[in-house]
């Protein structure tokens, strides 16, 4: 009779899809661990199996006029709040807006890839540029980003380091108001799409401000994970809970507010 190695929640090995079939036992959760090739499969001592942590699906955008069409998120109306998004260009970014949101200029947030070095992070009509410390951004390449809102402090991290610190003031009640995801609409009555081009996947809120150490589980070492202990507000998997079919993104956050493809966004199975 052989013995299953041991394992604790916080020190499970990180293992590929040449490792199918390979278990433990996890001590602190006293589950038999089963890996399938892409995440664990969890048996709990009742011998009932809980589904690993699978990621199938994304969203891609052609870069013109489509987009997520999310609404009003209210976790986004405090003083302190985290997006969180996976990315992957397919062109030369220029102002490829990840997420926006706002109705107008003094009330707008909006998460962009600026240009090959730089993220741009703006909230109440004042962007501010993080660069990155080296090198630049490369196309169908993945890439986690995450801006943090705490109090008059904001954020960036990229793949869970930190690219810098600003300053922010006067958040109002309306920030949360039309939220897109791909997408940043500008103010105005001749109002036009600043879109993406790339493909998104895994774009979370949160109504409370990140920490460092939060981020780094987020990002998990380069692969998505469950978000369920963090208490996201919305979280959009991307199909992953939809089987990647139909028009809608279901909310796995608190809020209950489902995505729509709009303007030809469609479901990819091209994932981190």
Known sequence: MSTLTSTTSTTRPTLGAGDVGKSYFETDSNKVLVWDGTGWN????????????????????????????????????????SISAWFYLTGTPSNESIFGAG????????????????????????????????????TNTWYHVVGVINGTSKEVFLDGTSLGTDTISNLTGTNGNNVIIGGLYSPGPFGSLTPYQGILDEVAVFSTALSSTDVSSIYNSGTPTDLTSFSPVGWWRMGEDDSGTGTT?????????????????????TTP
Do not use: H, K, M
């Not at 962009?112 to 993220?119: A, F, L, W």
């Not at 909310?251 to 199975?269: I, R, V």
């Open 42 to 81: 969890e048996w709990n001592a009742d011998l009932v199996l809980t589904p690993g942590f699978n990621n199938n699906y994304s969203v891609a955008l052609a870069g013109d006029d489509d987009y997520v069409e999310v609404g009003d998120v209210s976790g986004l109306t405090g003083t302190s709040f």
């Open 103 to 138: 109705s107008s200029t003094s009330d707008r947030i909006w998460l962009q890839v600026r240009d090959t070095n730089t993220i741009r992070f703006g909230s109440l009509g004042n962007g501010d540029d993080f660069d990155l410390p080296s090198g630049t951004f490369s």
């Open 249 to 269: 993104v279901t909310d796995q956050g608190s809020g209950g507010n489902d995505g729509t493809l709009t303007n030809g966004a469609a479901f990819s199975t």
